[in-house]
């Protein structure tokens, strides 16, 4: 099976590269870090560095291939608006045209359950619940590029889409990087009663569901599926096992909600600042206010 993933220098999708290349898959991983698809091409992957607004050369990568995994996108908390169209909306509409034209077998697009997110509690998000307006940019794109997928699946293009919640394990890019140093300096403040409730689904888990979507039958085409490991935990429970095993002290500033008028406060600050930078603490899921939107919520696999 010849196959191209995008975003392969990120967590979920050089995950995925390896585990094809592993399976004997005929596989190109594609991404624009040079220095992560020189490790890929160490290990025996073909790569093709390259950025999806690209589309003359995205349109070659998918020739002759089968499936495409789309797992590429900007992913940050924070950021200006247009970075996060750019990549997750025309990236997104520039990888379904390649695929309609190379007449690709299937589309596998990797979307986000942060689309659900309204800063309320939510416990056992059904795909079919309506979506709440966008808290960030990165939930507004991810929005508006699934309906690029949708479209095109509307007209034909043999489509699906997963939203994995909170991916973790080795190789981590995402929440490790950002949750550790702060566990590490004790600056990582408990925010609500530490009874917060998350679901989280480790990385080879998400692999197996995208292998499942690439050979899925054909009334799954055209739908969208939560992905977790189905195994709800408190939060502040696991981050004190992790703290403990590392031998980094346990979290135990508390906040509660009075915090949000903080993170918009800052917020809007931080926007003025010409060069965007991010603030410490916002009100959906960056910085201190990380554990604030990854424990408010979380997606029942089926």
Same mark, same amino acid.
């Given at each position: 099976?010849?196959?191209?993933?995008?975003?392969?220098?990120?967590?979920?999708?050089?995950?995925?590269?390896?585990?094809?290349?592993?399976?004997?898959?005929?596989?190109?991983?594609?991404?624009?870090?040079?220095?992560?698809?020189?490790?890929?091409?160490?290990?025996?992957?073909?790569?093709?560095? $390259? =950025?999806?607004?690209?589309? @003359?050369?995205?349109? *070659?990568?998918?020739?002759?291939? %089968?499936? /495409?995994?789309?797992?590429? #996108?900007?992913?940050?908390?924070?950021?200006?608006?247009?970075?996060?169209?750019?990549?997750?909306?025309?990236?997104?509409?520039?990888?379904?045209?390649?695929?309609?034209?190379?007449?690709?077998?299937?589309?596998?697009?990797?979307?986000?359950?942060?689309?659900? $997110? =309204?800063?309320?509690?939510? @416990?056992?998000?059904? *795909?079919?619940?309506?979506?709440? %307006?966008? /808290?960030?940019?990165?939930? #507004?794109?991810?929005?508006?590029?699934?309906?690029?997928?949708?479209?095109?699946?509307?007209?034909?293009?043999?489509?699906?889409?997963?939203?994995?919640?909170?991916?973790?394990?080795?190789?981590?890019?995402?929440?490790?990087?950002?949750?550790?140093?702060?566990?590490?300096?004790?600056?990582?403040?408990?925010?609500?009663?530490?009874?917060?409730?998350?679901?989280?689904?480790?990385?080879?888990?998400?692999?197996?569901?995208?292998?499942?979507?690439?050979?899925?039958?054909?009334?799954?085409?055209?739908?969208?599926?939560?992905?977790?490991?189905?195994?709800?935990?408190?939060?502040?429970?696991?981050?004190?096992?992790?703290?403990?095993?590392?031998?980094?002290?346990?979290?135990?500033?508390?906040?509660?909600?009075?915090?949000?008028?903080?993170?918009?406060?800052?917020?809007?600050?931080?926007?003025?600042?010409?060069?965007?930078?991010?603030?410490?603490?916002?009100?959906?899921?960056?910085?201190?206010?990380?554990?604030?939107?990854?424990?408010?919520?979380?997606?029942?696999?089926?």
């Amino acid at each position: 099976m010849k196959a191209l993933v995008t975003g392969a220098t990120g967590f979920l999708g050089g995950a995925l590269a390896r585990r094809l290349h592993n399976m004997g898959w005929d596989v190109t991983a594609s991404g624009r870090n040079a220095s992560r698809l020189d490790q890929l091409e160490r290990e025996g992957i073909r790569t093709h560095q $390259f =950025d999806l607004k690209d589309k @003359v050369v995205l349109m *070659e990568a998918c020739k002759d291939q %089968e499936i /495409v995994f789309h797992c590429a #996108a900007f992913p940050s908390p924070w950021g200006n608006f247009e970075k996060f169209y750019q990549a997750n909306v025309i990236g997104t509409r520039n990888v379904v045209q390649a695929c309609e034209a190379n007449k690709i077998k299937r589309l596998v697009y990797v979307s986000t359950p942060s689309i659900y $997110f =309204d800063y309320t509690s939510r @416990v056992n998000v059904k *795909e079919t619940d309506s979506l709440p %307006e966008p /808290v960030s940019a990165y939930s #507004a794109t991810k929005i508006l590029a699934e309906e690029e997928v949708d479209k095109a699946s509307a007209n034909g293009l043999a489509a699906i889409t997963i939203r994995p919640r909170g991916i973790f394990g080795p190789m981590d890019t995402v929440i490790s990087p950002r949750l550790i140093p702060r566990l590490r300096s004790g600056r990582l403040p408990m925010i609500g009663d530490g009874e917060n409730i998350v679901d989280l689904t480790y990385i080879d888990n998400v692999v197996d569901a995208l292998l499942l979507c690439a050979e899925s039958p054909a009334n799954t085409l055209g739908k969208k599926y939560n992905i977790t490991n189905g195994e709800p935990i408190k939060l502040w429970e696991w981050l004190e096992k992790i703290c403990k095993e590392l031998g980094y002290p346990a979290p135990k500033i508390k906040y509660q909600v009075r915090l949000y008028a903080l993170a918009a406060t800052l917020e809007t600050l931080f926007t003025i600042i010409p060069t965007h930078p991010e603030p410490p603490v916002d009100t959906h899921g960056g910085q201190y206010g990380f554990q604030q939107h990854h424990a408010r919520y979380f997606c029942c696999k089926k």
